[in-house]
């Protein structure tokens, strides 16, 4: 059973930092994408970041430069490093993996950047 905790958001200033983690149980991440994604109110969810099984980031335009997705298989866990943050950053924050053509998701962690 795939299980995807997130922790780490909260409220911030513009300019500033924040790291987000994800705990995942039930997912090998030697096999599967991990991916961060967030949905700011009224608007659609959006992929932010994503590392494949072999360790290779991409990442949104919007947020190249600032944001590091990482992960440690070991200790199961994905982390998003979020520099220089912009109040358009403001939105909850999703840890994503995918696993037999099915998508899993955590709750969600707030993020609110005050300008």
């Known amino acids: 059973q795939v299980r995807l905790v997130e922790s780490g958001g909260g409220l911030v200033q513009a300019g500033g930092s924040l790291r987000l983690s994800c705990a995942a149980s039930?997912?090998?991440?030697?096999?599967?994408?991990m991916a961060w994604y967030r949905q700011a109110p009224a608007k659609e969810r959006e992929l932010v970041a994503a590392?494949?099984?072999?360790?290779?980031?991409n990442y949104t335009d919007s947020v190249k430069g600032r944001f590091t997705i990482s992960k440690d298989w070991r200790l199961s866990t994905v982390a998003l490093q979020m520099n220089s943050l912009k109040s358009e950053d403001t939105a909850r924050y999703f840890c994503?993996?995918?696993?037999?053509?099915?998508?899993?998701w955590g709750q969600g962690t707030q993020v609110t950047v005050s300008s």
């Open positions: 039930g997912v090998n991440m030697k096999i599967q994408p």
């Open positions: 994503n993996t995918k696993r037999q053509g099915r998508d899993y």
């Open positions: 590392i494949t099984s072999g360790g290779s980031a």
